[in-house]
C-alpha cells in the first residue's frame, strides 16, 4: 500500500524566513495531494490541494510543488510568520481503491520572532 | 461557528467499557469520516461513510462501529476499550465523497482509556 514519509519532523526558522517541507510518496496512481495545517488543540484545515495534473500551484504565500517523477510533494511558506506556527501534514489519495487519505506524520514548525 | 461538531472535547474512560463519540456536520455533506491520531502513529483513517452507507472500511477492530442515525451524524461506538485505544479522534466531512475532494475536520474528541 501506499508509503507517505514527510521530512523534517520539526522545523525552526526566523520571521520573515521561508520554510520548506516535503513529503515523498510511493503510490504511482496517487492522484490527489493535500497540505493541512493543525493549531493546538484544534481540527485540521486545509492550505492548498492540487490534483496529479498539476505541478506548481501558489496561494496567499504558499507553494506547492509536485513532482511526479521523484514522487515528491513539497510546501513552501515564503516569508513565514509567528502565527504560521502550527503542525502541517501532507494527505494524499489514489486515484482507485481505497477512499481513504494518507497522511504523512507531520512537522512541527515554529516561526520565531 | 463550527460547522462539524464532536462531542465531548475530552473523554476519560476505564479499560474495558463502552463510548460513544457523537460527531455532527452542518455542511450539508453527504460523506462522512472518522480518523484517528495517537501519539505514536499519523493520523490514520478509519471509515468513510457515503449517504449514510459504508464505503471504506480500514479499522481491523470491530470493537469500533461508526453508527449513522441521520444523514448529517456519524457517531462512533467504542466497546471494550483499552488503554492502546487512546487517541484523539477526528470526524470530518466531504460534498460527496468524490476522491479530490476537500475534506472538513472537526476539533476532535481526545480519548483517554486508564
Known amino acids: 500500500g501506499e508509503q507517505v514519509e514527510q521530512r523534517p519532523p520539526h522545523l525552526s526558522v526566523r520571521e520573515g524566513d521561508s520554510a520548506i517541507i516535503i513529503c515523498t510518496y510511493t503510490?504511482?496512481?496517487?492522484?490527489?495531494f493535500s497540505w493541512y495545517k493543525q493549531e493546538a488543540g484544534a481540527g485540521l484545515q486545509l492550505l492548498m490541494s492540487v490534483l496529479s495534473n498539476v505541478d506548481r500551484k501558489e496561494e496567499q504565500g504558499l507553494t506547492v510543488l509536485l513532482n511526479k517523477k521523484d514522487k515528491r510533494l513539497s510546501l513552501n511558506l515564503t516569508a513565514a510568520h509567528p502565527g504560521d506556527s502550527a503542525v502541517y501534514f501532507c494527505?494524499?489519495?489514489?486515484?482507485?481503491?481505497?477512499?481513504?487519505?494518507?497522511f504523512g506524520s507531520g512537522t512541527q514548525l515554529t516561526v520565531m520572532p | 461557528d463550527p460547522k462539524i461538531i464532536q462531542k465531548p472535547k475530552y473523554l476519560v474512560a476505564v479499560t474495558g467499557s463502552e463510548k460513544i463519540l457523537i460527531c455532527e456536520q452542518y455542511?450539508?455533506?453527504?460523506?462522512m469520516y472518522w480518523y484517528r491520531q495517537s501519539a505514536k502513529k499519523p493520523l490514520e483513517f478509519m471509515f468513510s461513510y457515503s449517504y449514510q452507507k459504508l464505503m471504506d472500511n480500514q479499522t481491523a477492530s470491530s470493537r469500533f462501529q461508526p453508527q449513522s442515525s441521520k444523514k448529517n451524524h456519524l457517531d462512533l461506538q467504542i466497546t471494550a476499550l483499552k488503554p492502546d485505544d487512546s487517541a484523539t479522534y477526528f470526524c470530518?466531512?466531504?460534498?460527496?465523497?468524490?476522491?479530490?475532494?476537500?475534506?472538513?475536520f472537526g476539533h476532535g474528541t481526545k480519548l483517554s482509556v486508564l
Open positions: 494527505a494524499v489519495r489514489a486515484s482507485s481503491g481505497s477512499w481513504q487519505l494518507i
Open positions: 455542511l450539508g455533506h453527504n460523506a
Open positions: 470530518a466531512s466531504s460534498q460527496q465523497g468524490a476522491r479530490n475532494e476537500r475534506l472538513f
Open positions: 503510490d504511482s496512481a496517487t492522484a490527489y
